[in-house]
């Protein structure tokens, strides 16, 4: 007998389907062939499911004598791709019921339409429907993974629950998650998380984007700051959307009421102090010797203009032990010109729960008159002619021109938008006038060495004295410390007052020097190549500032 089906089998994107709880309903997604439609075919499907390990049907054979199940076709309006068509699987329908942390096989046919109709109700005579109709089958498809896991649950740690509502610390902006299993020896775990932060009228005010999980040391559990000053007696909302690593996906709501309970401030004085001149802001924090002993963390956070001063970011964090009298410097230089910032100093207890909380008295703002070049530890200030003589976003775009059309259409491709832009500036010890980017000691590698220069530089002729206008082994030995830090390849901070804030690689770097001033002067040039957004977080994951937590 010769087939007389036109089907072509389910379509399968992915080999395998998302984690599922194992006393629920799996869904296997599909699409159908370019030259199928359902119009053509049965309203329901075969489908066979097999133990992965042993390739034996794990089917009820009660209800499933032919190891073979006969269930409905079902559309899942949500979704706008192809694979919109999915079968589902009862727990019932296993033998014994899914297994936790257990793989299984299926795989799916269609059903021609003009194959005899079969009750779903009556398995036992399937064998019979199966010998008559066989012409009218399309081949199977591809195995399709699907995997049990057991029930998670995400419990949020560092709220109360008093009256029956649920109360948050007003300085508390630290949100623990731990997601736990049903199961004690599941191996699945948490892979990624998103939080999302609302007002009392559902108005997103912040947004954590995707966030990885350490799937080395413990990855079931993560701290989030809160990127936002709460205000008390206000109610916000959060969700926290995750993820495993077997693409299991859930949400958790949480409503809270910002109660104050902690220190209104922190128990250190706190300052901050702008120095416009080098483009940054100084951070002091002093504590007495007549307070007492204090073990703990502190943290450094920002807030800006740009956010209306409701988003705060953590900074830099100082972890003490058993300090009595302190004091400590830190100096924030990735401000940028134009933009009003504020700092706030916070503790952090045992089990970095957020404690008091010191915030400066008023914002500053720094108009920088130079550009600057900035990692974690160099900030070099380009003085001298500084100069960028274009500006270039680059887009990937494509003109396609046709023969029945007299214009062309332009197709943009991807998403890539990155700046590119050439720099140059003149190289002299004389730029960094506060020794910023490197010491005169530093240069001359210690005092004794940077002494001897100094003595033979006063005691040279009169006739012709070396001063700051003609040294050449200063301008020498700073000028390749300069050289060292253009071509090391690390990410940087560009700041201007006119371009702003970027990060940037530096490519196609060189110098030129000054024949008029007998080359003890150079020149450089290079172009900055947008690498990443300019944002507080990536500022840590380059290096320009250092890790906090």
Same mark, same amino acid.
């Given at each position: /007998?010769?087939?007389?089906?036109? !089907? ?59 190891? @073979? ?24 329908? @296993? ?6 942390? *257990? ?211 953590? /900074? ?50 720094? @108009? ?51 700046? *590119? ?19 005169? *000691? ?40 300069? /050289? ?21 690689? !530096? ?43």
């Amino acid at each position: /007998m010769s087939i007389v089906t036109n !089907l072509y089998p389910p379509v399968i994107y992915n080999s395998y389907m998302p984690a599922f709880v194992y006393n629920t309903t799996a869904r296997v997604y599909f699409s159908l062939s370019e030259f199928n439609s359902l119009s053509e075919m049965k309203s329901y499907a075969q489908v066979t499911v097999s133990n992965q390990n042993t390739n034996l049907s794990v089917l009820d054979t009660s209800k499933y004598p032919s190891e @073979i199940m006969l269930t409905t076709i079902k559309t899942d309006s949500t979704r706008t791709t192809d694979d919109k068509y999915y079968i589902e699987i009862a727990n019932s329908d @296993i033998n014994g019921g899914f297994q936790i942390d *257990e793989y299984y096989n299926v795989q799916i046919r269609f059903i021609d339409g003009a194959a005899t109709d079969m009750a779903l109700t009556t398995p036992q005579a399937l064998d019979a429907w199966l010998a008559a109709n066989l012409d009218y089958f399309s081949e199977w498809s591809r195995l399709i993974i699907i995997r049990a896991i057991s029930q998670p649950t995400m419990s949020v740690a560092g709220y109360e629950i008093v009256d029956g509502h649920i109360t948050w610390s007003m300085a508390n902006n630290n949100l623990i998650g731990t997601l736990t299993f049903a199961a004690d020896d599941e191996t699945e775990y948490l892979k990624d998380y998103r939080i999302k932060l609302y007002n009392s009228d559902d108005e997103l005010l912040t947004d954590s984007e995707t966030l990885y999980t350490d799937n080395y040391n413990n990855p079931n559990s993560f701290i989030y700051s809160f990127k936002y000053n709460f205000e008390i007696g206000e109610s916000y909302s959060f969700t926290i959307d995750y993820e495993t690593n077997n693409l299991y996906s859930n949400s958790t709501t949480i409503e809270f009421d910002v109660v104050q309970d902690s220190p209104d401030e922190v128990d250190f004085s706190f300052g901050a102090k702008l120095d416009e001149n080098n483009a940054r802001v100084d951070i002091d924090i002093k504590r007495s010797e007549d307070k007492p002993s204090y073990t703990g963390k502190l943290v450094i956070r920002r807030t800006s203009s740009e956010s209306n001063f409701t988003i705060w970011e953590d /900074m830099h964090v100082i972890n003490l032990t058993a300090v009595t009298r302190y004091k400590y410097e830190w100096f924030d230089e990735t401000i940028k010109s134009g933009v009003w910032y504020n700092y706030a100093l916070q503790e952090v207890s045992t089990g970095n729960i957020r404690q008091g909380i010191r915030i400066g008295k008023k914002p500053l703002m720094a @108009i920088f008159d130079d550009v600057f070049l900035t990692t974690k530890d160099k900030q070099l200030k380009i003085k001298f002619n500084p100069t960028v003589n274009s500006f270039k976003q680059n887009i990937s775009e494509m003109k396609i021109e046709t023969i029945g059309n007299k214009y062309p259409f332009i197709r943009r491709n991807g998403s890539i938008n990155y700046a *590119e832009f050439p720099i140059s500036g003149l190289i002299s010890f004389q730029m960094d006038e506060d020794q910023i980017f490197i010491t005169k *000691e530093e240069l001359y590698l210690n005092k004794t060495i940077m002494k001897k220069y100094d003595r033979y530089n006063d005691e040279i002729s009169e006739d012709l004295p070396i001063t700051e206008a003609n040294d050449f082994v200063y301008e020498k030995l700073f000028r390749d410390k300069v /050289m060292e830090f253009l071509y090391d390849g690390e990410t940087k901070l560009f700041r201007s007052p006119t371009e702003g804030n970027y990060l940037v690689r !530096l490519l196609d770097v060189s110098f030129a020097p000054n024949q008029s001033l007998g080359r003890m002067i150079w020149s450089f040039s290079a172009t900055a190549t947008e690498i990443d957004e300019d944002t507080v977080d990536n500022y840590e994951k380059y290096g320009i500032i250092a890790a906090r937590g």
